[in-house]
């Protein structure tokens, strides 16, 4: 048998052991390489730049529990607990780069804040999070968002490059030539309401929702009146109305156990108010 014969497959072997592994190194020593396979996308770290702008954006404090989802080498949630007190969490699915992650939380000294878990993004509970941070792919923000949308009311997320189709950002903000998305997740709201406090009494409310833009109307003795200005971001709602006596009202309240405990604010004055479910 010819020696080039006996050498080829084993060549082949061991290039494409080196092509499709994204380890160089034994785990003490492991380097990644920008560019190399993730399991749904490939790593390239957010630069310091973007990360800081995606933070403050978010408002990032001591507060919250920030997770990055494909956390790489943990840069992220490395910089939100150190520079912004957080509390972060990485889901990486390449067990070496959780590990050069771990490495890298350890020389940061922020392991009492910094967890990075080795995990799939589409099977660890984020659940708890108060931030979520991602750089992923159009399409696997798109397979997140129903369970972003799920989330609780007033959680924030900011997408490094990649947006969500029709759930338009609250923010946009860019560093260099990349743009960063920023949302807070939506109560859900939509349907009919009946509006208890007011002077004369009940207003039926319906309101209209396509994730955080809301309208809607307020219907009182036969006569509907059309919500004005109407704002929601995460549990908090605001919007006017005017009655037929040219008297401009303001309601602002918050969503607390399925109903919206506010104030509606007329001519100076101040009533509390009440929006139920029918
Ligand atoms: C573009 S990098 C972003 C790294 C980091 N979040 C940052 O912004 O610097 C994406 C990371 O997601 C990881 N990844 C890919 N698919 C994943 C999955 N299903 N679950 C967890 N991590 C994943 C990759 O290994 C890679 O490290």
């Known amino acids: 048998m010819k020696l080039s014969r006996v050498l ?8 494409l052991n080196v092509a499709c592994s994204s380890t160089t190194g034994t785990p003490a020593t492991y380097e990644p390489v920008r560019g190399q396979a993730g399991k749904d996308v490939i790593w390239i770290p957010t630069p310091e730049g973007l990360i800081e702008k995606m933070l403050t954006t978010a408002k990032v404090s001591d507060q919250d529990k920030l997770f990055d989802l494909g956390a790489g080498d943990g840069i992220i949630a490395i910089t939100a607990a150190r520079k912004y007190g957080a509390q972060s969490v990485g889901i990486e699915f390449n067990p070496d780069m959780a590990q050069f992650a771990r490495r890298k939380v350890a020389e940061a000294g922020m392991t009492d804040k910094v967890k990075i878990i080795t995990g799939d993004i589409f099977q660890e509970d984020f659940s708890s999070a108060t931030v979520v941070t991602l750089y992923l792919m159009p399409h696997l923000n798109m397979k997140l968002r129903p369970i972003l949308l799920k989330m609780k009311p007033g959680t924030r997320v900011v997408s490094n490059s990649f947006s969500m189709e029709d759930w338009e950002p609250d923010e946009i903000m860019s560093h260099q030539s990349t743009q960063a998305y920023f949302w807070v997740v939506p109560a859900q709201i939509e349907g009919p309401w009946v509006m208890n406090g007011l002077e004369g009494g009940p207003f039926r409310v319906i ?6 833009n809301i309208g809607g109307t307020l219907t009182r003795g036969g006569q509907t009146l059309p919500m004005m200005g109407a704002k929601l971001r995460g549990d908090e709602v605001k919007f006017q109305f005017t009655t037929s006596d040219r008297k401009v009202h303001a309601f602002s309240g918050r969503l607390e156990g399925g109903r919206f405990k506010g104030t509606v604010v007329s001519d100076f004055r101040h009533t509390p108010v009440e929006i139920t479910r029918p």
């Open 207 to 212: 309101m209209s929702q396509s994730f955080q």
């Open 8 to 15: 080829f497959p084993v060549l082949l072997a061991s290039w």
